[in-house]
């Protein structure tokens, strides 16, 4: 169980803030595109997710920890946990980014709590919210939940041939559209590298197995919600996406083919599954009700 004394000193933290400026430049949203081309569709405007490629905080390289990530205690508490997990967010969409216009990022700690899960033991949750805006007027509201925990030993089931057509069969029907993806380690590199994420599990796999106790490179979990938002996006191309939330069940690996699904009508509930039919992560999606006009 967690020491008072601890979750106390983490609490510290509360109120903590990290401040980034950027510009959405013509080459980034190229680069991003290019990246994505053949796993999504992204439509004409500034593609939905890319706010998590701006702005990043700039760590110098003695500032890093052993998992590539910045270390704790600076802007993030330190937290006595080693394996670290973007839980969820909520994303609020007020105004689409404006290419070529400065960005400002603040993010600050809304939160730091602690539970006990019979699986996994002491948890730790550090709730952060992030606004994006230019021009002094909020464009995106996110709130983040990062959680921490001990190590643990995951298997990797791998997939006998053909199981990404045998098992799509046994997923939830859906009314809308599915992408079948098999990311590769240079998608997982790409990403990381445009979010200037240094995290380690995304493409050092000595470190991910051997350090971390993961089967294999780990797909990052903004880059999957980019793919759902995307598709709910293209599933109502009449209505602009408004608010898009997800939660992280279970990590899914490189070279391991998910199915990324909508589940209904007006593409408002969205799923992806690994090709064992695990859910891997659910999502909820909102849209203006006024339709967007060419």
């Not at 009508?265 to 203006?288: K, P, Q, T, Y």
Request: charged share 20%.
């Amino acid at each position: 169980m967690a020491k008072v004394f601890e979750i106390d000193h983490l609490r510290n933290w509360i109120g903590n803030q990290d401040i980034g400026t950027d510009t959405l430049t013509p080459e980034l949203l190229k680069r991003f595109r290019a990246m994505l081309d053949g796993y999504t569709e992204l439509g004409a405007q500034v593609p939905l997710g890319i706010h998590w490629c701006l702005a990043q905080p700039a760590v110098n390289n003695e500032g890093l920890g052993v998992d590539g990530h910045p270390a704790k205690g600076e802007f993030l508490p330190p937290v006595p946990l080693p394996q670290r997990m973007w839980a969820s967010s909520r994303v609020k969409f007020h105004k689409p980014l404006r290419v070529g216009v400065p960005i400002g990022r603040t993010s600050t700690i809304e939160d730091v709590v602690s539970k006990q899960s019979a699986a996994s033991g002491t948890l730790f949750f550090v709730h952060i919210d992030h606004t994006f805006t230019q021009d002094n007027e909020t464009l995106i509201e996110e709130k983040q939940v990062i959680v921490y925990r001990h190590f643990s030993a995951l298997k990797r089931a791998e997939p006998a041939p053909g199981s990404l057509a045998q098992t799509s069969n046994g997923l939830p029907k859906s009314a809308g559209r599915t992408l079948n993806i098999l990311p590769n380690s240079t998608l997982l590199f790409r990403y990381s590298g445009m979010t200037f994420n240094g995290h380690r599990i995304h493409y050092d796999h000595n470190y991910a197995t051997t350090q971390e106790g993961y089967p294999g490179l780990v797909v990052q979990g903004p880059l999957m919600a980019t793919l759902l938002m995307n598709l709910a996006q293209a599933s109502r191309p009449q209505n602009v996406l408004q608010a898009f939330e997800f939660r992280g069940v279970a990590p899914t690996f490189v070279d391991q083919p998910f199915q990324v699904a909508v589940l209904d009508d007006g593409a408002e509930s969205l799923e992806i599954r690994n090709h064992d039919c695990d859910l891997v992560m659910s999502a909820s999606a909102e849209f203006e009700s006024t339709e967007i006009t060419s």
